[in-house]
């Protein structure tokens, strides 16, 4: 599975990945509303001036141009890659102004769209979109392509500032990383150009120094070349930075990104979780005041939601403006760090960080938030913001004795509340509107409360759910007189609730089809019973055995002798005709291995006698003198189809042979064998194989003609020859008929929407032929009450899909009730109903009305609210102490002589630029420990891997 989430999330990450030339970063394309193009400066001093120096710049126009340069006009300009730093440059390359191309008023256009869009940008974002180019790359795609494409080199974020009102022509940097162009980075590895590592230069030289290091990379494309232009525009490089910071190598082995168990579940759900989420009607039974840090008001929705965090849950919480999702992270962060943990709070947004950090600040929590998001993740606001929180000190806290007071007062409060009268469920009625409507109800029906039905949900109907209801209930009333009396409504089974005037004709012509099949079916069945001899089939159920009967004469060795058939014996297996079966096999067996020894003479010969004597003389010592031996030698050598063997072995011999003669005569002797199998019988030369079938098939014809599934008829069928082929093309034409006749039914139960059971009161195979035509007849000559009859059925769907479907069975389900139903009191029933329903909800909730006293409540509920208030101020000054107790300390005066002390004075001497991260690593857990929660925005992970601040 690892694998699978590794796969999917690198092709999420690959679409990120733009390297068309759609993307501005590599084919850069000017914009008429917005690009502000610099002319006749070396970006190495503007870099100089807006970085090192930190200067505000302030772009000219040509009207200003002309005339401030004309004196430089006759100057020599350096070559802007290889300047020499020790010559004099000229004053409008050291000055405080940018030239531009643009008259005045262009140029105010392009300034005022470029601030207010890039204001608006940081603003909703939190990220700078305003850069200055430093640079082009003039490129190709490929060696025979003729059109050029440009591509920023160097990346300045900026801002412009308002030097007058509606004037905005002063630029500064942002104090954010001065980058190179990673977009074009990866782009030029499909050429095999790798271009320098940039690193922002303290001196201004190291900028032509990198220009000169990317003139040398592409020194082996010889149209490409180093454009030393500047541009003014916005640059978008937030998909690529995601890209970058997705990619798997920049991860530790032990934790890549496909590894994280949230990602897992995100890329591979398994289904929907089984734990419960918090239940916010539980809170006061499950939460006190102790045990919650809510620094702002917090409804039972929004507690839910930081329960559900606190017990590390992973959640989305979804609403519209307004409805206090701000509100809810301010708590959730004070709940947070309350528990002692470390927050992040990230944000698409910088409104929302505003937002949440402004909360923060009211709940006296500000010290403790470290922000690294837009202007604020620089070096200076980091510094001071840590060493503020530093000195910042705790307030007193007051005592926690209101804590136990409210939990008090809640606990009674609740009591008091799930007792008293108020209104009950959805729909708001009063105990004594409900009797009201419950008596008057009743006085119309002209029963008892007791006899009424339950409405299962009456809490939770809503006054939309009461109204449906009760239309639902009158719509079935305007039906019901046209079905009446349901019991023998012969469309009661039904349950279509749709019927349009010409489906009428459709139905007949489906009944049609069904009562055809029918007819069809009980003349196959006819036809079988007379060619085969098995009982006639009455119904689909009954086919299958006459089936199997004819399949079983059919495939009868006839003709067959009707006292066998009528046998008695073979009413099971007859255990001694198949001992009888297997003599013959042993006989044939043993003739046959004998066949081999002796003639065919030999083997029909009787030779008891001469074997007796033979056996006699041969154990005579002088047997070869006796004539008789010598006599008997030569008649016995001459059975044998070979040289005969010695006296011993031929006595052997001798003995099997005439052992075989005398299974012969017992075999020829047998009277049983003619009894049990008639004409098939033999002797020993019976067939074993056949006469087992025999047997087999016998003792089924006995079983089917005793369990009565053959008839007499079958008898005298298989006691002369049979046309087997007929009473297969008979059984074949049946089978085909029940199937007809099955898909017709089928077909025409589901087009009235009625179950097979509902509509005959057993399946349809159990239906006898003659019931199922009777039935369809009458269908036939009733079709037109199936019009009313489905509007019946889309009343009572109507009904049951509203609160009032416990009634439906009282008025339209039981026939024998609705037929005696008067449908005025339809909606009666369904008022006392609903009334007896609540009332009875109230009598088990409110046990202990009669000691409400009102005086006292209210007296309750106004402490209580006052106590409500003043938890909010008392979690916040507990929180901010518990803080100020686990932060670390900072010496006193201008000497810092703590851990955190010196590590602030350590930062505050670090010269050139310092990544965030390296100064958040440099501080370890100490940072932490002053500053536990951190609010960023998606791109602040790339300013805390490679962002410099000053």
């Not at 040289?643 to 052992?659: G, S, W």
Request: net charge neutral.
């Amino acid at each position: 599975m690892t694998a699978a989430i590794e796969r999917d999330l690198e092709g999420a990450r690959q679409k990120l990945l733009d390297l068309t030339m759609r993307n501005r970063l590599l084919n850069y394309r000017p914009s008429q509303l917005r690009s502000i193009r610099v002319t006749g400066e070396l970006p190495a001093e503007v870099y100089d001036a807006l970085v090192l120096r930190e200067k505000a710049l302030e772009f000219r126009g040509t009207t200003v141009h002309r005339k401030s340069h004309a004196a430089e006009s006759d100057a020599r300009e350096p070559d802007p890659w290889t300047p020499n730093y020790s010559m004099s440059l000229p004053a409008r390359h050291a000055g405080r102004f940018l030239q531009t191309p643009y008259d005045d008023a262009s140029l105010a256009k392009k300034l005022f769209r470029v601030y207010h869009e890039g204001r608006s940008a940081v603003e909703e974002q939190g990220y700078t979109v305003a850069h200055l180019a430093l640079g082009f790359l003039e490129w190709y795609e490929s060696d025979d392509s003729d059109q050029p494409r440009r591509a920023p080199l160097l990346l300045v974020p900026a801002e412009l500032e308002r030097v007058r009102a509606a004037e905005f022509s002063r630029v500064r940097w942002t104090s954010e990383e001065v980058f190179a162009n990673i977009s074009l980075q990866a782009k030029l590895v499909e050429f095999g150009i790798s271009l320098p590592p940039f690193e922002a230069p303290d001196e201004k030289s190291g900028i032509d120094i990198w220009f000169q290091q990317v003139a040398a990379a592409i020194a082996k494309k010889p149209r490409w070349y180093v454009v030393p232009e500047l541009v003014l525009d916005f640059f978008s490089f937030t998909k690529f930075v995601m890209f970058k910071d997705l990619d798997p190598a920049t991860w530790p082995a032990d934790r890549r990104p496909h590894d994280h168990p949230l990602l897992q579940t995100l890329f591979a759900p398994a289904g929907e979780s089984a734990e419960e989420c918090f239940d916010e009607k539980r809170i006061d039974e499950t939460l006190t005041a102790r045990d919650l840090w809510h620094v702002m008001d917090a409804d039972p929705s929004q507690i839910a939601v930081i329960e559900d965090v606190k017990a590390g849950r992973n959640l989305v919480v979804e609403g519209p403006p307004g409805t206090g999702k701000s509100q809810t992270i301010t708590n959730l962060i004070a709940e947070t760090l309350a528990a002692g943990r470390t927050v992040l709070f990230v944000s698409e947004k910088m409104a929302a960080l505003a937002v949440v950090k402004s909360r923060l600040d009211t709940a006296g929590l500000g010290p403790f938030c470290l922000e690294l998001h837009s202007r604020k993740a620089n070096k200076k606001a980091v510094l001071h913001d840590i060493e503020r929180s530093l000195r910042s000190m705790a307030g007193s806290v007051p005592g926690e004795q209101p804590l136990d007071e409210h939990e008090l007062l809640k606990r009674d409060l609740n009591r008091y509340a799930s007792e008293l009268g108020k209104p009950i469920g959805a729909m708001q009625r009063t105990p004594y509107q409900l009797f009201g409507m419950r008596q008057a109800a009743l006085a119309q029906l002209g029963q008892s409360a007791s006899e009424l039905p339950r409405i299962s949900g009456a809490a939770e109907m809503t006054d939309a759910d009461h109204l449906a209801a009760e239309q639902a209930l009158r719509e079935l009333a305007y039906v019901l007189p046209l079905v009446q009396p349901i019991a023998t409504h012969p469309w009661r089974a039904s349950r279509r609730d749709t019927m349009l005037p010409h489906e009428e004709e459709e139905l007949r012509a489906t009944l049609a089809r069904v009562r055809d099949a029918i007819h069809a079916m009980r003349d196959e069945a006819s036809s079988l019973a007379q060619i085969a001899g098995v009982r006639q089939p009455l119904r689909l159920t009954e086919l299958a055995t006459a089936l199997r009967g004819a399949e079983l004469i059919a495939g009868a060795d006839a003709p067959t002798e009707a006292t066998l058939l009528l046998s008695d014996d073979w009413n099971a297996p007859n255990a001694e005709a198949e001992e009888l079966v297997r003599s013959v096999e042993r006989f044939q067996s043993d003739r046959t291995e004998l066949a081999r020894t002796f003639s065919s003479a030999a083997l029909e010969g009787n030779h008891a006698d001469e074997l007796s004597d033979f056996t006699a003389l041969s154990s005579k010592f002088f047997r070869v003198f006796y004539r008789r031996y010598r006599s008997l030698r030569k008649q016995l050598s001459e059975l044998y189809l070979v040289e005969a063997p010695k006296p011993k072995l031929l006595c052997a011999d001798l003995t099997r042979l005439v052992e075989l003669q005398n299974a012969r005569d017992e075999l020829r002797a047998n009277p049983r064998g003619a009894m049990w199998f008639g004409a098939r019988w033999k002797r020993d030369d019976s067939d074993s194989a056949a006469l087992r079938k025999f047997a087999e098939w016998l003792v089924a014809f006995r079983r089917e003609l005793l369990a009565e599934a053959l008839t007499r008829t079958a008898v005298d069928v298989v006691n002369h020859p049979i046309d087997s082929a007929a009473i297969l093309g008979a059984t074949h034409s049946a089978r085909e008929a029940a199937s007809t006749v099955r898909a017709a039914m089928h077909d025409f139960l589901e087009y009235v929407r009625i179950e097979e059971r509902d509509a005959f009161g057993v399946a349809f195979d159990d239906v006898a032929f003659d019931v199922a035509d009777a039935q369809i007849e009458e269908w036939q000559q009733q079709t037109p009450a199936l019009f009313c009859w489905s509007q019946f059925n889309a009343a009572r769907s109507a009904v049951l899909a509203t609160v009032a479907s416990p009634l439906e069975p009282l008025i339209a389900g039981d026939a024998t009730a609705s037929d005696s139903f008067a449908v005025e009191h339809i909606l009666p029933l369904f008022r006392a109903s609903l009334a007896e329903s609540l009332l009875r909800i109230a009598f088990s909730e409110r046990t202990s009305i009669g000691q409400f006293v009102g005086d006292l409540h209210e007296k309750k509920i106004a402490r209580f609210r006052e106590l409500e208030l003043h938890l909010v101020a008392l979690n916040r000054a507990r929180l901010s102490r518990r803080l100020h107790a686990s932060r670390p300390r900072i010496g006193g005066g201008a000497t810092r002589t703590s851990e955190a002390g010196i590590l602030l004075g350590e930062m505050h001497r670090q010269r050139g630029h310092m990544p965030i991260r390296q100064l958040l690593a440099k501080a370890g857990g100490l940072v932490q420990r002053i500053k536990p929660c951190f609010l960023m925005s998606p791109l602040s992970k790339h300013a805390l891997r490679s962002h410099r601040v000053r």
